[in-house]
């Protein structure tokens, strides 16, 4: 167990509070089940729209059979070795405070607990705050009534009616805060709206308080600038060079500012398609920087929902385009324009990362973005990117007003809605696992059909986990298929190698239209406005035996649905298995608004450790009770200094 790094934290307690351990789950009535059919008159905020499209229909002559070799050896075409934290969030700058809490003190526990859950399996979580929010942020010494972010409207100009956004230093308190807790690691952006009035206050800033720790990764400069010249936020002539010499203009002043101690961690081009990666590479602006850059990154939309919000575009009609996600075709042909990109980052030596990504553009679409069938896509879509070596992907994720939220809280319902893809982030870090060495090969499953991919995650020369998707959605189960695995054997010259049995972890809903009713290994974070950011019921993991003499393990993916299966033991354990620790929390009343979390919760945070981490459990067990202990007989609403645990505590509303 790691302690905390030694900066003091305040400590705010409720003592009222301090040891109550019932979780309350409400069930608000407004919450839609799948039954609702599709709502042409819903007018609340999208992250809680009930359409319900229909499943693509059942293809007929699925092969539901078939059988996958894999090499016990390293096998070519391998990735570049893969992080647990391959799959990130992006997090537009304006909407921070509804997901990470009011300020450093007042944090969301439901955050912290679903970014514990990821802590857990892959050790670390990578956040970018940005957008094109990030553009005006301006830096302010104080906001009114204490705030940390606040929005003006009106002020840029640009089509899309981003707000300007003032800030505090608050901000990057908060983060700090939030990575002690459950090692969040983040990428800013400096704003570059105006280039001849450099505002460099997040680098001077962010650094000296995030840097020190380690949880700075880096700068984005410039957010999508091949849209800039279409949002008239740049003469309509706005060209890669134009970029070019701007950037310049933003290293010129980085490495002449001595309160940016960092010179090398900022990041390009972060354009849309609208120019190719090549015509930036082209420029020679990685070459003539390359001191300055820590990565290259994209952002990418494989569809928009502008023409509902601003009227850009064309109109597109979510039914008509909800099977275009529900194959393996999709994520193949989002990522082939950036594989010569990923090469040419490897050959660069520069990290190449998808900065912001989701189902769709201004806000996603409804009845898609918020599904199953998003869950399934999201997935097949990172490992995907994974395997093309791009070296992370961030789920972007709005405010209320988006469908594609994976993590969302509403104020005057006082429970979170967790979105469906933040299910495809937990499969993901249990699939790479914190070892930091896993490589991944896309296996070209069942090559007759684009509905039933597979892939293999080897660790140093050994295959150690597979994830199979059923992208079908058939509750019949006549489209439930068997993959029978062999590992080895003599078929490919190679000795047996298939263990005597595997565990695997399912990923299932009833449709890929269904909303609330996933879970991953039996559990679920349950429907709109019902989380509390923890993972709900028992945990179950299949175990299978396997046929040695015959050299096959058969396990079966039901239609929809998807399968991680770990070919060992301790494959198995390195997941974050079989402990799950995640924060407690505990709304004691719906009057009080408050949820808190322990004390010994937050000091045992920093380590996978097997301590079980239970609200109000201060007495109990391990090193460090003494101080542990001290805290929960703090009966005053104020502050203390302490140097080794915090206790937050969210106000609801
Ligand atoms: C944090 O927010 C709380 C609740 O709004 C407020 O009471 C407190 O003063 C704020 N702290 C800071 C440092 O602004
Ligand atoms: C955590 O938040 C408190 C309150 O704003 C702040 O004083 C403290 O410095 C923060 N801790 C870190 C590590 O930033
Ligand atoms: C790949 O990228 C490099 C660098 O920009 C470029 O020179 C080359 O033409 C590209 N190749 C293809 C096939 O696009
Ligand atoms: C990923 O990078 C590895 C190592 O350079 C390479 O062997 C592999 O072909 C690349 N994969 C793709 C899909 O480009």
């Known amino acids: 167990m790691r302690l905390f790094h030694p900066s003091a934290f305040v400590l705010v307690i409720l003592s009222s509070l301090v040891n109550a351990s019932v979780t309350v789950y409400h069930q608000i009535p407004l919450a839609a089940s799948t039954t609702t059919a599709a709502s042409a008159n819903y007018t609340g905020a999208a992250a809680y729209d009930p359409t319900v499209l229909n499943p693509p229909p059942v293809p007929a002559g ?68 940005g957008g094109n929010t990030q553009e005006t942020a301006v830096l302010v010494d104080s906001l009114p009534g204490g705030v940390m972010v606040s929005k003006v409207r009106g002020i840029t100009g640009d089509v899309t009616s981003t707000p300007m956004l003032l800030y505090t230093a608050e901000v990057f308190y908060t983060m700090a805060n939030i990575s002690a807790l459950v090692n969040t690691k983040w990428f800013l952006g400096i704003p570059f709206n105006d280039t001849s009035n450099l505002r460099l206050g997040i680098a001077e800033v962010g650094e000296a308080v995030l840097s020190g720790p380690g949880y700075l990764l880096g ?42 101690p960092v010179k090398n961690n900022l990041i390009v081009p972060s354009i849309t398609g609208q120019w190719t990666p090549e015509s930036v590479w082209n420029t020679g602006l990685v070459e003539t920087y390359s001191s300055s850059l820590g990565a290259l990154a994209v952002e990418h939309y494989p569809t928009d929902n502008c023409y509902a919000l601003y009227g850009i575009g064309s109109p597109v009609n979510p039914q008509d385009v909800f099977q275009n996600f529900l194959t393996h075709n999709s994520s193949i042909s989002i990522v082939a324009p950036y594989l010569n990109s990923t090469s040419y980052a490897q050959a660069t030596g520069k990290p190449f990362i998808m900065m912001e990504t989701n189902t769709a553009s201004c806000g996603g679409l409804p009845g898609i973005s918020d599904t199953f069938g998003a869950t399934l896509w999201a997935l097949d879509y990172g490992l995907q990117m994974a395997y093309s070596n791009f070296s992370n992907a961030m789920l972007h994720v709005g405010g209320q007003d988006v469908y594609y939220n994976h993590l969302l809280r509403t104020s005057s319902y006082h429970e979170w809605t967790i979105g469906s893809v933040f299910y495809s982030t937990i499969a993901i870090a249990e699939a790479f696992g914190p070892s930091g060495n896993a490589q991944i090969i896309d296996l070209q499953a069942n090559t007759d059909s684009m509905l039933t991919p597979a892939y293999a995650i080897y660790e140093n020369g050994t295959p150690v986990r597979m994830v199979l998707l059923n992208y079908v959605s058939d509750p019949s189960g006549a489209s439930d298929y068997t993959a029978t695995i062999s590992i080895g054997g003599s078929a490919i010259g190679q000795g047996n190698a298939t263990p005597a049995q595997i565990q695997v972890k399912y990923l299932v809903a009833p449709s890929v239209s269904e909303k609330s009713n996933i879970t991953w290994a039996g559990q679920t974070f349950g429907g709109t406005f019902q989380s509390d950011g923890r993972l709900m019921g028992s945990e179950s993991v299949q175990t299978i035996n396997c046929d040695q003499s015959s050299n096959t393990c058969r396990v079966s993916i039901p239609a929809p649905g998807a399968a991680l299966v770990f070919l060992s033991s301790s494959a198995y354990a390195e997941s974050g298995n079989p402990s799950t620790q995640t924060f407690s929390t505990t709304m004691v009343t719906k009057t009080m608004n408050t949820a808190t979390i322990n004390p010994s919760v937050l ?51």
């Open 603 to 653: 000091a045992t945070s920093n380590g996978i450790s097997g301590d079980t981490w239970e609200l109000g459990s201060t007495s109990k067990e391990n090193a460090g009770t003494g101080l542990r202990n001290s805290l929960s007989i703090v009966s005053v609403v104020g502050a203390a200094v302490l140097s080794t645990g915090m206790l937050c505590t969210w106000f609801w509303s």
């Open 62 to 129: 699925l092969t539901t059979q078939f059988g996958i070799q894999l090499s016990s050896s390293s096998p070519s075409g391998l990735s570049i070795p893969q992080k647990g934290s391959f799959m990130g969030f992006s997090i537009e700058f304006s909407v921070i405070n509804q997901i990470f809490g009011v300020n450093a003190t007042y944090l969301q526990v439901p955050f912290l607990n679903l970014m514990a859950i990821l802590r857990e399996r892959a050790g670390e979580i990578l956040i970018r705050v």
């Open 219 to 260: 700068f984005q400069v410039g957010n999508e600038p091949d849209l800039y010249a279409a949002h008239d936020a740049r003469p309509s002539t706005y060209s890669p060079s134009d970029y070019f010499g701007e950037f310049g203009t933003v290293v010129s002043a980085i490495n002449n500012d001595g309160n940016i």
